[in-house]
Structure formats: structure tokens, C-alpha cells
């Protein structure tokens, strides 16, 4: 099933794997990338191959792969999608995530629906093909000049395997002109020696070509600037280019890899070996101005983020990012401060959050860490901190107005007490014959209606909005009245579904709760606009010398 041509204009591939070790960089380097073609001119995607069998990463605890990051059209996909969104600043959608669980999934169903009949099912071809009809959809419609692809997992992983014996094929199907691999290694540096070492990217090259696989562009991870001398042996041992091994030095923040991907001319010899003309010089004017922002701050604000999954950064990538795209936006340094939702409780609250100057309670599912959550809602609420809860961040925030104003002592979402005698937050009824938990969500972007003269309102400076959601629980209507007359007001309103979408608080600075996913849109070029007056919110707060 080899890939057609879709037009008279072939779309060039780039496949970028990776050696040596995990936590490369890859999602980065490969964003990184397509942004400086993207400055050229041209039009880039990216999508991501996982080697694991889960169909997607939804059914995962974050502990495991980190963050689930949510597209538009609702497919739960690797966090790596969120980088390509941010950097390039155009949306992803379920053709740019596929998992080997997705992989096998469709060539099953195919074996059961007896599309094989006499045949038996192997690897290899029908895995194969499979895998290379996906990396080559998004070749429809004429929309992207070049594809990058990433694939998950390191070279010598069993279970990338396939995935390379595919990217094989497909150099020659492509046709030479079409095809190039990008691989990105690790060259250590050895303190007791005090040298950088290649050899690991040797090991890692052969491994490579004895799959049949010669890469043509070598991009180094290292901490020390590489020799030209390094760069000539290496060059010479993987039968690379010399002018093709190019060094990705440890950056001070992410956003500086396009620039220094720039200084090591990566999009030339990439257009070079693609046989593909810029349409520009590079423009990354916006690019630069964002880092001149980003790296010389007028503000510091300090802000906590209350949740449960605290020990891991990648758990709540977007949000992260969001700050940083906020932070730069405002000229302000945004230090966050992880608080575990656990360890939270009305003896220690105070010194948790008594310094900050905001707090944004964490999206999550289960049980655990829900009543410090809560804890900390009620003291910034009475304290008047700015506050920002996304999904059961949101939803925490209404229970604990409804227990602690409206004085429903046992009001609760049904997510952790089935029984409440309030459930504030409940569980829509097309929810409610699910078992199935893969991909049973409320997923992806819904429309929102906002109230006018609301924080929302006037944060994004239009009545009608598209967020993305990721959640089962809903805000309970029947309890809108109540919540309303107290102050607490839904200011965002789903109108197809009736859904209330935002809540925010009267007689308060900034306090306010959101059903959805806004850290998933924010992106460099368009920082979200909630996070953005979140952190106005902060600055304001704290040079009133609170
Ligand atoms: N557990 C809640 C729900 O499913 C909130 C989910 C979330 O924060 N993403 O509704």
C-alpha cells in the first residue's frame, strides 16, 4: 500500500528517531524545526508514532507519560502535540497521534471484518502498511508542503521496530527527494575525562543502518559545543554529510531551540536535501520579540499550583506553558509553586498560600487531594486572592461555595461521593450508561457563550468562544439558582447542551472557575487570554502589597 501521489507537488517527509537515550528532545527538535520551514514559508505538520499499545494515552495515570493533551476534534493524545501547537501556533487533530494499540486495533478489526480472508496476518506487511497509510494521510487535501514525523521510542526499542521497518519501505516508495531521516543522539560528556564522547552515536547509527535505515541529517543533544573535529568523525563513522552533523546545545528555555536550530542552518540543509525553495527569508520577528519578553522580565509574581500529581512537571505541561506564554505577555516572571493538593488542610493552608499571589487549582479525576483542593479554594475565596480552577479545579470551587456559603455540608460531586444529597456536580445522562472508560469523555472543542461585563469577557474581548474539554462530571443546573443569588455566577454557557461552562465570583478581584481546558490553545503567538489576565490579576495583587 504504498503512498500516492496526492498532486502534482509531492509532500516531503522528514523522520525524526532518536539514539542513545530517551528524553531527547525529540517533540522539541522536531517543533523546533518545523517552526524555522513554517518561518519560511511553508506549510508544516507534525505527528507522532507511539510504540505502546494503549490506543491512546487517556487510559494513562499521568505518573506514567505525563500530561494528556486534548485536540479539537477530541482525540487524547501525547503531550508532544502540545509543543507542536505552541510553536507553530496551528491546531493538531487525531491524524497526528498514532499508537501501535491504534495501529494493530484497525488491522484486527480488518482481519475480523475478513478484508484478509486466506491470509495469514503478519507484522509484516500488514502492520507495515498499516503504519505507513497513516503517515502519509495527511498528505490529503494539499494542505502541508512537508510532514515530520516522530517516532516514539529510542533506536533498539523491540517496539519500534515496525515503525522503522516502515520508514524504510517508505524511502524508497517516497523516492529520494522526498524522504530524509533526521536522528537526534546524545553526545556525553564525561567530566572524569573531560571529553565529549561520540561512540554512543555510532552504536546508534549502526544500530540504524542495520535496519536498512541511513540517516542524513545527525543533530546532537550535548551539553558542550562540539569540535569541528567531532563533528568530521562523526560525519565519517555514519557516513553523514559533514556540513549534516549539526550540535542542539542544552537551551535555557525551549523557546530557544528554533533560533539556535536557525544558527546551525537545519533548514537549509533540510530544503537542500528536500530539493524544496524557501519562500522567505526566515521571519521570526514575533519569535524573538516573545524571547526579549520572556528573558527580561519588569514583574515577578509568584502563583501556586495546587494538585495531585505535583512530582512531575510533564503532568501539567500545559499549564506550565500557558504561564510562560502569560508571563512573557505581561512582562512578568511567573514562579510556580507546586503545592500537593494532599498535603493541604486547614492547619497548614495559611502557610502554603498565605505569600502567593494567585492560585490555580489543577484539573484531575478521583478522590485523592480533593479536600485539600478545596481547602485552598475556601482560603483564597475569603482572602481574596486571585483565583483560577480549571475543570475540577472549576468544579472543587463550587462545592466549596455550596458547603461553605450556601451551608449544604455534604454537597459534592457524584465523581467522589455517589450518594451526596447535593450533587452539584453530576453526571450528564449520556454519561451514564458508559462503562467503557477509553476515549468516553467529554472531548475536545465546544462553544461557549460568555456573559457580557464578565472577567471572561473581558479577558478574551468577544462574546463567543471555542474551548476544549476533557472531563465526564457536569455543573448541576438545579443549583444555579442558589449559586447565582449568592454571587457565585455562571458567566460561560454551553447553549446547545445548557451546559454551564464558566463560573465566576462576585465581589472578589478575579475568581474564577472553568469547565474546560484553556492551558491546551495557549500557544506563543496568541497567549491565552484567561492565563493572561489570571497573572494581571497577580501583579495587581501583589504590588497592592498584599
Ligand atoms: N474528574 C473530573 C471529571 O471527569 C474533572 C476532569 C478534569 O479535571 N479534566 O469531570
Redesign the pocket.
Known sequence: MSPKKTSQVMVKHIFVTGGVTSSLGKGIISASLAKILQARGLKVTIQKFDPYINVDPGTLNPYEHGECYVTDDGAETDLDLGHYERFLNTPTSQANNVTTGRIYQTVINKERAGDYLGKTVQVIPHITDEIKRRMCLLEKGGKYDIIITEIGGTVGDIESLPYLEAIRQLRQELGKANYINLHLTLIPYLRAAGELKTKPTQHSVKELLSIGIQPEVLVCRTENHLTKEMKEKLALFCNVEKNSVIEAIDAETIYDVPLLMLKEKLDLIVLKKLKIKAKKEPDLEYWKDFLGKLKNPTTEVNIGLVGKYNELQDAYKSIHEAFVHAGAENECEVNIIPIHSANLDKGNVKKHLGNLDGVLVA????ERGIMGKITAIEYVRENKIPFFG????M?CAVVEFARHVLKLRGAA?V?VNKNTKDPV?CLMDEQKNITAMGGT?RLGAYSCKLKKGSISEKAYQTLEISERH?????FNNDYLKVLEKAGFRATGINKERNLVEIMELKDHPFFLGVQF?PELKSTVENPHPLFASFVRAAIVYNQAGN
Open positions: 484539573p484531575g479525576f478521583g480549571i475543570c475540577l479545579g468544579q460531586s465523581e456536580i469523555m476533557r472531563h465526564r462530571y457536569e481546558h
